[in-house]
T-cell receptor, first 110, second 114 residues
Framework: EDQVTQSPEALRLQEGESSSLNCSYT??????LFWYRQDPGKGPEFLFT???AGEEKEKERLKATLTKKESFLHITAPKPEDSATYLC???????????FGIGTKLQVIP | DGGITQSPKYLFRKEGQNVTLSCEQN?????MYWYRQDPGQGLRLIYY???????QKGDIAEGYSVSREKKESFPLTVTSAQKNPTAFYLC?????????????FGEGSRLTVL
């Protein structure tokens, strides 16, 4: 069974304090790993897709990386507006099903 | 602007009642999905549809029903058979099988059973 584990469950950072969120996965043949951002009471917003180990994607203060067993979402010099829950998901390919992790709730304090 | 519209945003239901959640998209996407989100759990797939007049059960389809009569619309009915319907429901769409993981979500509908 495909599994996605995100850590930590919650993270509190001071504005400007860089850190990383982790997504560990177990899947039979990874077709894609996805990162989403979700604000309270809203639907998730797609951020990145990573397809193979060694791949990196960047968007503003966010950088996602992928290895064969995990992905990291690095947040450089975060701002309060980066506060949200970040979701990781994997697609094993073939059958149309994506498995989501529970998410990491990030709070950036001014 | 293209996107996914879910309605209503908040819905209250008495036990024993069926309710229908609306989902409309103008992105011209072939695939549409319904997910359920509960605290402390990842998004769970209820139903999905790849094309009009065709849909498949996800992981937690019991107590739910859907239809896909138009490409733009994918309504979800929460029936009285769903034992624990209070949750946040999310509709999503994707271009197709190639980029299934790149999902576009609506704003969600929060259902509360009284």
């Amino acid at each position: 069974e495909d599994q996605v584990t995100q850590s930590p469950e919650a993270l509190r950072l001071q504005e400007g304090e860089s850190s990383s969120l982790n997504c560990s996965y177990t899947v039979s043949g990874l077709r894609g790993l996805f990162w989403y951002r979700q604000d309270p009471g809203k639907g998730p917003e797609f951020l990145f897709t990573l397809y193979s180990a060694g791949e990196e994607k960047e968007k503003e203060r966010l950088k996602a990386t992928l290895t064969k067993k995990e992905s990291f979402l690095h947040i450089t010099a975060p701002k309060p507006e980066d506060s949200a829950t970040y979701l990781c998901a994997v697609h094993p390919g073939g059958y149309q099903k994506v498995t989501f992790g529970i998410g990491t709730k990030l709070q950036v304090i001014p | 602007d293209g996107g996914i519209t879910q309605s209503p945003k908040y819905l209250f239901r008495k036990e024993g009642q069926n309710v229908t959640l609306s989902c409309e998209q103008n992105l011209n996407h072939d695939a549409m999905y319904w997910y359920r989100q509960d605290p402390g759990q990842g998004l769970r797939l209820i139903y999905y549809s790849q094309i009009v007049n065709d849909f498949q059960k996800g992981d937690i389809a019991e107590g739910y029903s859907v239809s896909r009569e138009k490409k733009e619309s994918f309504p979800l009915t929460v029936t009285s058979a769903q034992k624990n319907p209070t949750a946040f429901y999310l509709c999503a769409s994707s271009i197709g099988s190639v980029k299934t993981g790149e999902l576009f979500f609506g704003e969600g509908s929060r259902l509360t059973v009284l």
